[in-house]
Nanobody, 125 residues
Framework: QVQLVESGGGLVQAGGSLTLSCAASGMPFSRYTMGWFRRAPGLEREFVAGTAWIGGSTYYTDSVKGRFTISRDNAKNTMSLQMNNLKAEDTAVYYC??????????????????WGKGTLVTVSS
């Protein structure tokens, strides 16, 4: 079955950097839409960044544009999220998600097929 395993979370000071990784198995990774979501304490889960398997386009929520970079390595079945200039409001559990459908519209974001268990990122101010 599909498995997504996140790693790389931790405690970092504001202004610092972290790189999250997602290792995927049990799926044809190169043909899956992949993305990162997060859930901050007391808030609903939100979309952070996504990468399409068709065309390789990337998408970001406005609050992380210019600071976060999503990438994927289809040869290694991995996806990464480079996070720079971290802010206290980036504190959240970050989740890797995958879906066979193409595109990053609102419908897809709300109904992703597969999820990892998450990795905690804590940014101290």
């Amino acid at each position: 079955q599909v498995q997504l395993v996140e790693s790389g979370g931790g405690l970092v000071q504001a202004g610092g950097s972290l790189t999250l990784s997602c290792a995927a198995s049990g799926m044809p990774f190169s043909r899956y839409t992949m993305g990162w979501f997060r859930r901050a304490p007391g808030l609903e889960r939100e979309f952070v960044a996504g990468t399409a398997w068709i065309g390789g386009s990337t998408y970001y929520t406005d609050s992380v544009k210019g600071r976060f970079t999503i990438s994927r390595d289809n040869a290694k079945n991995t996806m990464s999220l480079q996070m720079n200039n971290l802010k206290a409001e980036d504190t959240a559990v970050y989740y890797c998600a995958a879906d066979r459908r193409a595109g990053w519209g609102p419908s897809l974001r709300a109904t992703m097929e597969h999820w990892g268990k998450g990795t905690l990122v804590t940014v101290s101010s």
